[in-house]
């Protein structure tokens, strides 16, 4: 199997360079979804239906919604803890990628 | 018996569901056996048991979910509408459990300690508990018909909270704990741990035998609660469902009790989804409160999409569906190379003897289905139409495989290895 996907050249750039790209990258998918989400309005069908039409008559949306902030919350500390722990432990030698001296 | 165009997505989101309710039930109920295991070493082997069982699909049976949720809201717009806006609590809670239930299952991987496992096996238990009766909860909304017409038009409480809706809830729960327990112990069995064994076949007729109580103590609540739906599921279409669901309940009791655990696995199946189908026929026509499924129902257009795609989707799908099933039966998954990928002597005669028969046969189906649904206008041409699709479905997928693929047995990896790199 082929693990030569693409890598960042090492040492090429500083540290911070790429960290600071990798999380321009995030902030350039997120403002673009943003921009379509909120330059449709008052549309959520463009000139089909109003998002005043659309929207659920259900009450305690906020309380709902507040409960999936705090929820999303847990789960990134959950996710951040599993991924700090996993990347502590040594790599399996069956699942590890080859070395330069096997390929 | 003539299913109209109108009534055909939602038998596919009903057979959806009874996917969903027996793969996901089995799911959940192993979350409930983990819960219930107790302390000990004992305890400790029947969780790291549920746990190891779940591996190979891992929450894959979720898409029967989204499926569900997919068909209805595209060819029941209104319907669905009204079911989400009303019903938002109870769905809310069972999306939130979904979301604790993946989340523990990957932390577990993560776990060192003794009381980190056990804190995240109880989280997973937990959300495992709350997701089919927050589900159970909202369909014991629709089928007491308190979800009417309308954006939240319904009671945001009672229309799950209320004795249909409680009811179907802990139904759910139990059902899903003894497909777990019947399916588990089929494992252990197999697997040669006859410890196990002895303890999941207890667990399946105690948990066959509460489902049952509930489920036929259950019909006294409907009676009382959801007349309409008690009076057709008692004397009308819906007894056939009834009858059938205590026939196989029956029948996998027998065969747990006899140690006939492969056989039990199936009439425990279909015990479960005999419910949907009675559940279904006792409240069809109706939807939901003063709405048909045929009042129901989008446009022509829509529903011919959605069936055409669903059947082009089925082709992509069920073939890969039954390798998966066929691997985790045979037990392959997760013992390594070598059972799997041996061609069948039907299959290599077959294609010797017809090249190229196989994929016109394949197109005609398909042409001879899309013609009968969507040109057609009348039940007895739609009829047709999608039996030619499903033929279509059964031929062309051994037609499509390039029969290298399954003849030529890949004879030393390392070889590949070396020549792709």
């Known amino acids: 199997m082929g693990f030569d996907q693409y890598h960042e050249p090492a040492n090429e750039l500083p540290e911070e360079t790429r960290t600071f790209a990798r999380l321009c990258a995030v902030v350039a998918l997120i403002c673009g979804w943003v921009t379509t989400e909120v330059g449709r309005q008052p549309w959520v069908v463009y000139r089909v239906m109003r998002t005043s039409e659309a929207v659920t008559g259900a009450g305690g949306i906020p309380v709902g919604y507040a409960t999936l902030a705090l929820v999303y919350l847990g789960l990134v500390l959950a996710v951040a803890w599993i991924l700090g722990r996993l990347a502590r432990l040594p790599l399996d030698p069956m699942t590890a990628p080859p070395t330069a001296e096997e390929a | ?421």
């Open chain 2, 1 to 421: 018996v003539i299913v109209h165009l109108y009534e055909l997505p939602l038998l596919f989101a009903l057979i959806g569901l009874a996917f969903y309710t027996v793969l996901a039930g089995a799911d959940f109920g192993a979350g409930w056996w983990q819960l219930t295991a107790g302390k000990g070493p004992d305890a400790a082997s029947i969780r790291d048991h549920a746990h190891r069982a779940m591996g190979p699909v891992w929450e894959a049976n979720h898409v029967w979910l989204i499926f569900v949720l997919t068909v209805v809201w595209t060819a029941y717009p209104s319907a669905f509408g009204s079911i989400a806006s009303t019903l938002s609590i109870p769905l809310f809670i069972a999306a939130v459990g979904i979301i604790f239930r993946g989340t523990a299952y990957a932390l577990r991987a993560g776990a060192s300690t003794a009381r980190e496992l056990r804190a995240i096996d109880t989280a997973f238990a937990l959300s495992s508990i709350l997701t089919p009766f927050a589900l159970g909860t909202a369909v014991g909304g629709i089928a007491s018909r308190r979800v009417p017409v309308g954006n939240a038009a319904g009671d945001q409480f009672s229309s799950w909270l209320n004795p249909t809706s409680l009811l179907i809830g802990v139904l759910a729960v139990a059902t899903a704990a003894y497909l777990a327990a019947v399916f588990l112990c089929a494992d252990a069995a197999r697997l040669g741990e006859t410890t196990l064994e002895q303890k999941f076949r207890t667990r399946a007729l105690a948990a066959g035998l509460v489902s049952g109580a509930i489920a036929l103590g259950g019909v006294a609540v409907l009676r009382s609660d959801a007349h309409p739906l008690y009076h057709r599921l008692v004397e009308g279409k819906g007894l056939i469902g009834l009858l059938a669901s205590i026939a196989a309940g029956s029948a996998t009791l027998a065969l747990v009790w006899r140690k006939r655990y492969e056989a039990s696995r199936y009439t425990a199946a279909f015990a479960v989804a005999a419910i949907i189908v009675g559940w279904a026929l006792a409240q069809s026509p109706v939807f939901l409160e003063g709405l048909t499924v045929r009042e129901a129902a989008a446009g022509r257009d829509t529903l011919v999409a959605v069936t055409v795609a669903v059947l082009a989707g089925a082709a992509i799908l069920f073939p890969s569906l039954a390798l998966l099933f066929r691997l985790v039966l045979s037990g392959d998954v997760g013992r390594g190379e070598g059972a799997a990928g041996q061609p069948t002597q039907a299959r290599s005669l077959l294609t010797t003897l017809a090249p190229g028969l196989l994929p016109r046969l394949a197109i005609a189906c398909l042409v001879a289905g899309i013609g009968f649904t969507t040109i057609a206008n009348t039940a007895w041409a739609h009829t047709i139409g999608v039996f030619s699709l499903f033929a279509f479905i059964v031929v062309a997928f051994p037609a499509a495989l390039p029969p290298d693929l399954l003849h030529t047995p890949v004879e030393n990896p390392k070889a590949e290895k070396a020549d792709l790199a």
